[in-house]
């Protein structure tokens, strides 16, 4: 079965810091691994995607990601943090099959002025 | 714009009523659609697959029963929460499946008094 763990509650940066939110999956075969952001009260909007390629995947907004198959990770990254990038991150993964979405519980992500 | 649209945004009702929530995809047609359930500030929870023309896919533990699922045509998912109660209050969020990328709705809060 799929699952994602994103270890961290939350994640505080200064603004101007990079940042980095973790997150680690699990699935069978190859895995389709995202990254969506939630700001409060509304849906999720899509960052990014891995699906095959280049390890590295550019997103909205600034945001990346890298795949690293050997330790089944997907962090989010971005150089250089916003205040308006404070929202809650979530990281998902679907098998090849193409089955749902399993999303990890989430991470906040608090940037400061 | 918008992919998916989602009605109503935020809906009141007694218990012991039904609601109905709608899930539209407006730039293509969708065979699949998927529905989430989520609790303030946790991660979302998959409840089930609509696909179009035939029975929804449950996840376990959710009553089917008690949550229609519709998926009558390409473009339109309903899901009806029957006999309304308390504890079915919740961000519901639905999702369309658009190949290499699932998109969201803006999600409809529910509230059972």
């Known amino acids: 079965a799929q699952s994602v763990a994103q270890p961290e509650d939350q994640v505080n940066v200064a603004e101007g810091n990079p940042l980095t939110v973790k997150c680690t999956y699990s699935?069978?075969?190859?895995?389709?691994l995202f990254w969506y952001v939630q700001y409060p009260n509304r849906g999720l909007q899509f960052l990014l995607k891995?699906?095959?390629?280049?390890?590295l995947v550019k997103g909205s907004y600034g945001f990346e990601a890298e795949f690293n198959k050997s330790q089944t990770s997907f962090h989010l990254k971005k150089p250089s943090a916003l205040v308006s990038d404070s929202a809650l991150y979530f990281c998902?993964?679907?098998?090849?099959?193409?089955?749902?979405?399993?999303f990890g519980k989430g991470t906040t992500l608090s940037v400061s002025s | 714009g918008a992919v998916v649209s989602q009605h109503p945004s935020r809906v009141i009702c007694k218990s012991g009523t039904s609601v109905k929530i709608e899930c539209r995809s407006l730039d293509f047609q969708a065979t699949t659609m998927f529905w989430y359930r989520q609790f303030p500030k946790q991660s979302l929870m998959l409840m089930a697959t609509?696909?179009?023309?035939?029975?929804?896919?449950?996840e376990q533990g959710v009553e089917k029963d008690k949550f229609l699922i519709n998926h009558a045509s390409l473009t339109l998912s309903t899901l009806t929460v029957t006999s309304a109660h308390p504890e079915d209050s919740s961000f519901y969020i639905c999702s369309v499946d658009g190949g290499n990328t699932i998109y969201f709705g803006e999600g409809s809060w529910l509230t059972v008094v």
């Open positions: 891995y699906i095959t390629g280049d390890n």
């Open positions: 609509s696909n179009e023309g035939s029975k929804a896919t449950y």
């Open positions: 998902a993964v679907r098998d090849e099959a193409g089955t749902a979405l399993i």
């Open positions: 699935v069978s075969g190859n895995p389709y």
